[in-house]
């Protein structure tokens, strides 16, 4: 079995922006299908929040471990949880940090790939987004 990797950044009430991938069998494409089982997670963690296109995307393909398979053949998906990106940047972030926070709060950079890009680069590009 292969799986289709969403991405997925949803902002919550506090503003704080949860990061997390919804897992799906690799030919389920229905992108309704998959904001639908995004929104069940959500609704389990009790946090609302808004899943469109905006928000999750197609990632990747991948082969997923037992885990995944078990639960994907009981609900249909999986959630992989990946961290609560806070809405103010950290002091004396890392490179990590800033990337997040412009993917978490900037649409444009959302579901950008900075493979490659410096960090001089990135604070250059976080620079611009705040001061925008």
Same mark, same amino acid.
């Given at each position: 079995m292969k799986v289709a990797v969403w991405d997925t950044y949803v902002r919550k009430e506090n503003g704080n922006v949860l990061? *997390? !991938? =919804? =897992?799906?069998? #690799?030919?389920? /494409? !229905? #992108? @309704?299908? =998959? *904001? !639908?089982?995004? %929104? %069940?997670?959500? /609704? @389990? =963690?009790?946090t609302k929040g808004q899943i469109t296109s905006e928000e999750c995307q197609y990632c990747h393909i991948e082969s997923p471990s037992n885990e995944i398979v078990s639960a994907i053949e009981q609900k249909g998906f999986y959630i992989l949880e990946m961290e609560e990106i806070p809405k103010n940047l950290p002091q004396n972030p890392t490179r990590r940090d800033m990337i997040l926070f412009l993917k978490a709060h900037f649409k444009d950079y959302r579901f950008a790939n900075f493979k490659g890009v410096s960090e001089e680069e990135v604070k250059e590009k976080l620079k611009l987004k705040m001061n925008e």
């Amino acid at each position: 079995m292969k799986v289709a990797v969403w991405d997925t950044y949803v902002r919550k009430e506090n503003g704080n922006v949860l990061h *997390f !991938d =919804i =897992i799906v069998p #690799e030919n389920n /494409t !229905d #992108e @309704s299908l =998959i *904001f !639908d089982y995004g %929104k %069940k997670y959500l /609704t @389990s =963690i009790q946090t609302k929040g808004q899943i469109t296109s905006e928000e999750c995307q197609y990632c990747h393909i991948e082969s997923p471990s037992n885990e995944i398979v078990s639960a994907i053949e009981q609900k249909g998906f999986y959630i992989l949880e990946m961290e609560e990106i806070p809405k103010n940047l950290p002091q004396n972030p890392t490179r990590r940090d800033m990337i997040l926070f412009l993917k978490a709060h900037f649409k444009d950079y959302r579901f950008a790939n900075f493979k490659g890009v410096s960090e001089e680069e990135v604070k250059e590009k976080l620079k611009l987004k705040m001061n925008e």
